[in-house]
């Protein structure tokens, strides 16, 4: 349960007169998801009920917060948001921002739980009063296809995998990638419908019998395929996507959207991370401040559950 | 509205103890078995079954499988289960067929709410272990599977709020797409299956205003062809779903024998959400009432349970 105390230190600290950051911040990283949940109901000023089930951010404290903390407010709002309105809201700005972008709508539809997924599209219906599919409509590329069936997906996430059924269907991805034309990969039917509708564990099996049939991976194959590999490594092997954006993250010459990358993908998956053991040196090294303070806070208490 | 009669007060035990009484012995008490529920709502044909199942340590559907048979018990057996679950046994059903009955699928996936039909997927993974949509690319191909796949997936926006430049614009592509045959299938099913149900109906009339005829009868064509036939019937069923099921049933009836899955399917199905209304329809159309037709057409204990289901008084 969150204590008054808790949730009149996060109004004070959003009514732009002034915040107590190191008590902030204690709060949202020592925060379960339970816990930000009754933190969310008791904070009446800054979230609504919404009618799909979950509790909606109030537009006008998002500007306030603008003005306050910048980078840390980045930081803060992806950690204090529903995780359902969070991802639909990265998913409504990626496909504002263009092609360099879509990489996060693959990360968001492939990386979370089926009814995670479903909770995003529910969100962003009440935030955005479109479907996210209608929405992709706006992408005149040829990813669209690939992105809306993605985004449509509700895999099965049981287990049990037909092994021979996984056998040919990462055939049908071989030859797709090395008899046709690899340009035309996006509009391969079959292997759209592969990618979007089979359960990770049966993509896991196929990844695995790839590999063994041609010797080299399937990731490895589709190198320079941009969203496609990324396709396949969030549903596969998610932990060297991640991994790979957290390292371009903190690269010297790193740009503004990569370091954003960064605060999303710990937000997101610290507990993944801590069991990966993503190494906080790096982060310790380049970040600053509040900022700083933040991002370690999260991943130290990723093991909290 | 429905059409199904409900008692106000309703004993879910008194119900489960009838039940079992008309299951056991020798024979089976048919008519008890339509009295009780073909006048209990989906709500209370669940709590029946949990009641039955405490009281008697059996699964009711089980017994009523064991116990029926022919068209009976198949309508029996889709009356008494979830809404969800039953939708997701009528997909599993229509796909499994040697020539899948892709009308179904776009029925359960067009007619259905956007909530209903997400209960329909979870449903569905429950029961088969493989989500509908992979089930439905596996056993379709072509153009037709991408329609079908991206109807199921659908998610659609549940709100009144109409474009009418968007209206315009896709009405435009959608009789681009039509005239000439020339059809661009993406586009197509890209509106079909994203836009929200009061949008596609503000496409639709916009259309027809503008050609000053509907687009279904723009796609009268070649019955052998799979797709078509497919594409007319969603855009039926998001037109206008109650005289889509009209013409179901019409069908139906005026085979040589009866269609009984279609007329067992729309029947189950539409009792507890606007039978009535598609009952008007079909008197309007056929000067007959479906009470009538069907009571023509079929007989026994499947006649009978199909009349308490259209609401006869018994």
Known sequence: MALPVDIEALDKAFSGIGVDEKSLISILTNSNEEHK???RKGSSKLFIEDENGFERWDQSSIKILKHQFNRFRDAVVLSLLHPWERDARLIEKAIRKGPKHYNVIVEVACTRSSDQLLGARKAYHSLFHHSIEEHLTHIKGRERKLLVALVSAYRYEGTGVNEDVAKSEAQILYEAINNGDKNKLLDHEDAIMILATRSKQHLQALYRHYSQSYGKTLAQDLEGEG??????????????????????????????????????????????????????????????????????????????? | MATIDVPEQVSVLADAEALRKACKGWGTDEKAIISVLGHRNAVQRKQIRLAYEDLYQEDLIKRLESELS????????????????????????????????????????????????????RAYQARYKHSLEEDVAAHTKGDTRKLLVSLVSAFRYDGEEINTRVANSEAKILHEAVKDKEFNHEEIIRILSTRSKMQLMATFNRYRDDHGTTITKNLEGDSGDEFLKTLRATIRC????????????????????????????????RAEKDLKDIKELYYKRNSVSLDQAVAKDTSGDYKALLLTLLGKED
């Open chain 2, 238 to 269: 998001l037109n206008d779903p109650k005289k889509y099921f009209e013409k179901v049933l019409r069908n139906s009836i005026r085979r040589v024998g009866t269609d009984e899955d279609a007329l067992t399917r729309v029947i189950v199905t």
């Open chain 2, 70 to 121: 022919g068209d009976f018990e198949k309508a029996v057996y889709r009356w008494v289960l979830d809404p969800a679950d039953r939708d997701a046994v009528l997909a599993n059903v229509a796909i499994k067929k040697l020539s899948p009955d892709h009308h179904v699928i776009v029925e359960i996936s067009c007619t259905r709410s956007p909530e209903e039909l997400l209960a329909v997927r």
């Open chain 1, 227 to 305: 969203i496609l590999k990324d396709t396949v490594e969030c549903l596969c092997t998610p932990q060297t996507y991640f991994t790979r954006v957290l390292e371009a993250a903190v690269k010297e010459d790193a740009d503004e959207e990569s370091k954003r990358a960064l605060t999303r993908v710990i937000v997101t998956q610290k507990e993944q991370l801590v069991q990966e053991g993503f190494v906080p040196n790096k982060i310790q090294d380049i970040l600053l401040g509040l900022y700083k303070d933040f991002l370690l806070a999260s991943i130290a208490s990723g093991d909290i559950k």
């Open chain 1, 37 to 39: 949940i009754s933190l």
